[in-house]
């Protein structure tokens, strides 16, 4: 999603092949249910035979989990919750705006996104509650990303960690192998495994409007560890240009392993497979032991098949992906950013109560789910990456990076960066695809 969204956190948020849209019901005029279950919602009011309507990337199991955290707030306050999943969220959000038909809330995977809304005046700016749960719960940083010219509209919502690559620890127990700590190390891995036979990578970038989302974040990686975190933010801030040869050097980088047909794509074909296979099903083949690593995020979770466990000495875990040298890790993730085009009391309630860490909690404890708010309890993890996922986001000696096409403009972020990252799958050359995503950068 990104997904996470799709994102996923993302914060990919999280997308999937088709839409969805569900409502929360809410008690016959709001507060009926049992006074204990709502006195922590009591802060929020009542607000009976109203409705708030959310818009998000974010489908299928991960949308019903979220639906089913908010079940009790809806029939506490009265407050009938339309939610909208999608899988063309960037595109269709502009249509339901111009349309004059926006949501009254939307989860932004992309800042630079939500930053295009905010400057067109589209966008209410967050209540002070909203604002306040921010400061106590997040570190300014996660803050920056939902403030645009000073303003600030958006508090976080969910999380992801991207620096992952997804292995069977079983298969390399099996076969002597040893966990990568440098780049070299993981090419010298993939050379061993591609020897016995089995291809040694697994990959998908399909995910609708969205294909070639997956195949960015593997860019933006190899770029935060080869030109550092300065240099990383000078890309996405334009002041390195895309078809700098440093941009270059690392696309080839990364295409030294998603265009090398000796390397994938493990499970389903050649290497223009990957821009046909959806991002949830990357990964699946390592469970079928026709892949060896799928590099993806802490949400991929979500998507192993069911009954998989996620553990250390389980069916699939996750390391690090690798950097040059061990002396730094610096790590890539990704959230959502609740953001109102309306600002009803519902709608601020509704806002309010999401930027909360009771919310977070009691998300996380009904299945996979990572936040970086301060207040959430380790401790719900669903699973061991979860966990570990939410040490780094709060570990202040982390040097953590926001996803970079998230932030850069609309127009290349979520547009030219993963229309040409597909395009480079499938065969055209990486210099005219960074040299027409430079093109299309804005001018102003």
């Not at 016959?28 to 959310?54: L, R």
């Amino acid at each position: 999603m990104r997904r996470l969204a799709a994102g996923t956190i993302g914060l990919a948020l999280v997308v999937t092949g088709c839409g969805s849209s569900q409502e929360t019901p809410q008690a016959t005029g709001g507060g009926d249910a049992a006074s204990a279950e709502c006195q922590p919602y009591a802060a929020y009011g009542k607000h009976p035979n109203t409705k708030v309507t959310i818009y998000s990337p974010i489908r299928d199991k991960e949308a019903d989990l979220f639906q089913e955290n908010w079940k009790t707030f809806s029939e506490c306050t009265g407050i009938k919750i339309t939610y909208e999943g999608t899988g063309e969220f960037e595109a269709q959000i502009q249509v339901r705006v111009d349309g004059g038909n926006p949501p009254d809330l939307a989860f932004f995977p992309q800042p630079g996104l939500l930053a295009r809304f905010a400057k067109a005046g589209k966008l209410k700016p967050a209540p002070p509650e909203v604002e306040k749960l921010t400061d106590e719960g997040w570190s300014p940083d996660w803050k920056k990303y939902g403030t645009v010219d000073g303003t600030f509209y958006a508090a976080p919502l969910g999380a992801s960690v991207k620096s992952f690559v997804w292995y069977s620890p079983k298969m390399f127990q099996e076969n002597g192998w040893q966990i990568p700590k440098t780049w070299n190390e993981l090419m010298t891995l993939s050379d061993t495994i591609a020897a016995k036979g089995i291809k040694p990578w697994c990959a998908g970038i399909e995910s609708g409007d969205a294909t070639g989302w997956p195949a960015t974040d593997w860019i933006e990686d190899v770029i935060l560890r080869d030109l550092g975190p300065d240099g990383y933010d000078q890309w996405v801030e334009h002041k390195i240009p895309f078809n700098d040869p440093k941009v270059q050097a690392a696309v080839d980088k990364v295409g030294a392993i998603l265009k090398n047909d000796k390397y994938v794509n493990g499970g389903y074909g050649p290497v223009k497979s990957i821009a046909s296979t959806a991002f949830q099903e990357g990964g699946v083949p390592i469970t079928e032991g026709k892949c060896a690593m799928h590099r993806q995020a802490s949400f991929y979770a979500n998507f192993w098949p069911e009954g998989t466990k996620v553990a250390e000495d389980g069916d699939v875990f996750a390391f690090y992906l690798p950097g040059n040298d061990t002396s730094s890790k610096p790590v890539l993730g990704a959230g959502e950013f609740v953001a109102a085009f309306t600002d009803r009391p519902e709608v601020k309630a509704m806002q309010q109560y999401l930027a909360t860490a009771d919310h977070a909690n009691g998300r996380m404890k009904l299945g996979t789910y990572v936040s970086a708010n301060k207040g959430v309890d380790l401790a719900g993890a669903q699973n061991p990456i979860d966990k570990l996922s939410m040490e780094i986001l709060r570990d202040p000696q982390t040097v953590f990076r926001f996803d970079g096409s998230d932030l850069m403009p609309a127009a290349v972020g979520a547009g030219t960066f993963w229309k040409g990252m597909t395009a480079w799958i499938n065969g055209k050359d990486t210099k005219t695809v960074l040299d027409d995503i430079e093109k299309s950068w804005p001018k102003s």
